[in-house]
């Protein structure tokens, strides 16, 4: 009796063993006996989720490798990648006999079988890839799909460090109807597996390059239920090199040349006229570049606020010369300088700029020809009077060569006073030196202070 309970018991277990693991009967090995036993078992079921029971969770892996960076659109937000996408799951209840099916694996159409639904949800375009119109199955029941997917993604573009950035994009693969205690994602290999491959596979070296690629699962939950995915983030670095050269380094020797030009003395050169090409160069510069520079509304990149920068700083550095200009060759119009002025910029500036105070001129213009006395002939006496009748008649030659001496002392003053000026005079130009040389020190530290952070805001960012 105990036997028969044993036996009966065996039984039972085999036929649940075999309710649970239906072969396939194949006719033959050959490709048609294999069809044909498909075409009775399993094409039938192609309208249902492969699962023994509505309450049993299907297990979805998902695969990619990154074989191309298309294109990174920063005014429109979005990637454009190519990959190559596996996805696999496991056929409840399905397997066949090697030997008598002829083969492991078999190669059928995808709209012969349920194929889950699994979509990128950054989608921005329609998938213009190739299509495959195969999977493979496997005598285990497990389904391999395996596709190109061309990915137009919506990515949120950071260019604030432009040319320097690093972009983050995710791509989140999850079912778009099923529920997660319908369909549950997960990835198949880890994260530096993939980033391996891909860094093998990648077929393009343009402007960017691949960095990382990190994943992570999680559930999407809402009102009526969850929804499993997974997400892969693209980390992407720009190649700053084609910006560096045609941006960054002209624009350097343009400011370089701007700050060399304080160094020409504006009393005997055109300043103003050598600043005001430099300004009109660098703007036919900028409009040339224009092209090259990202555009986007949401943030200004740092190398727009450089450039910006460096062009007010020109347009200040002309105004200045402007002034001093003014104050070398309208001093002799102005009135005399101010004592607070005078003290302040003459005696605390000029220190501080190392602007040596220019001495005073002890020459003394001395005149070799008294000028001629007035002689009253009602102070003269009798002898005098004789005197001055006895006196020789005057003499032309003598005449001409006093008037010429007069002539010669009078240009001499006069250019004298020309190459001295006056004392007021005198006092605007040294102001003018004054500040000019403090303007240059100012303009020197800004840009420099200037140029420092933004150059450090760019590591500090990509470290």
Request: proline share 5%; net charge negative; glycine share 4%.
């Amino acid at each position: 009796m105990t036997e028969v309970k044993r036996t009966g018991l065996v039984f039972i277990c085999l036929l649940l063993i075999r309710g649970l693991v239906a072969e396939l009967n194949c006719s033959s090995p050959t490709p048609e006996g294999l069809l044909e036993a498909l075409e009775k078992e399993l094409f039938p079921r192609k309208l249902l989720r492969p699962v023994k029971g509505f309450s049993e969770t299907l297990e979805v892996t998902i695969d990619i490798t990154l074989v191309g960076i298309l294109d990174v659109n920063e005014k429109a937000q979005s990637l454009t990648i190519f990959l190559w996408q596996t996805l696999e799951w496991k056929i409840a209840g399905l397997s066949w006999d090697v030997e008598k099916c002829g083969t492991k694996r078999v190669s059928i159409p995808r709209e012969n079988l349920w194929v889950p639904d699994i979509l990128i949800t950054e989608f921005m375009d329609e998938d213009v890839s190739p299509q495959t119109s195969y999977v493979y199955l496997s005598n285990t029941g497990h389904v391999h799909d395996d596709k190109p997917v061309r990915v137009v993604s919506s990515c949120r573009l950071v260019i604030y460090t432009f040319p320097f950035d690093i972009q983050n994009c995710s791509l989140t693969f999850q079912p778009y109807l099923h529920f997660a205690e319908d369909i549950k994602v997960t990835a198949e290999r880890s994260a530096a597996d993939i980033l391996e491959e891909s860094k093998r596979v990648l077929k393009t070296k343009g402007e960017w390059e691949l960095v990382d690629i990190k994943s992570g699962s999680s559930t999407l939950e809402i009102t009526e239920g969850g929804f499993s995915e997974i997400k892969f983030f693209i980390i992407l670095r720009r190649r700053p090199i084609l910006y560096v050269v045609n941006l960054l380094i002209p624009s350097s020797f343009l400011i370089t040349v701007d700050v060399f030009s304080f160094f020409l003395p504006p009393h005997s050169v055109d300043r103003g006229a050598f600043k005001m090409t430099l300004i009109l160069g660098y703007t036919v510069f900028l409009l040339i570049m224009n092209d090259l520079l990202p555009v986007t509304g949401e943030t200004t990149p740092l190398i727009n606020v450089l450039f910006s920068l460096s062009l007010a700083l020109m347009v200040a550095s002309l105004l200045e010369t402007i002034l001093i200009t003014n104050l070398q060759f309208s001093s002799t119009q102005y009135s005399a300088v101010p004592r607070w002025l005078s003290i302040l910029v003459l005696q605390y500036l000029a220190r501080i700029v190392c602007v040596p105070p220019k001495k005073k001129s002890n020459r003394v213009t001395v005149s070799l020809h008294p000028p001629n006395k007035v002689i009253d002939s009602s102070t003269l006496s009798a002898s005098d009077l004789q005197l001055e009748v006895e006196k020789p008649p005057p003499d032309p030659a003598l005449d001409e060569l006093r008037k010429l001496s007069r002539d010669l002392t009078a240009i001499r003053v006069q250019v004298d006073k020309q190459v001295e000026g006056s004392s007021s005079s005198q006092e605007w130009l040294m102001i003018g030196i004054v500040i000019d040389r403090l303007l240059f020190g100012l303009y020197i530290v800004f840009i420099s202070a200037s140029f420092a952070s933004i150059i450090s805001i760019w590591i500090w960012n990509n470290a």
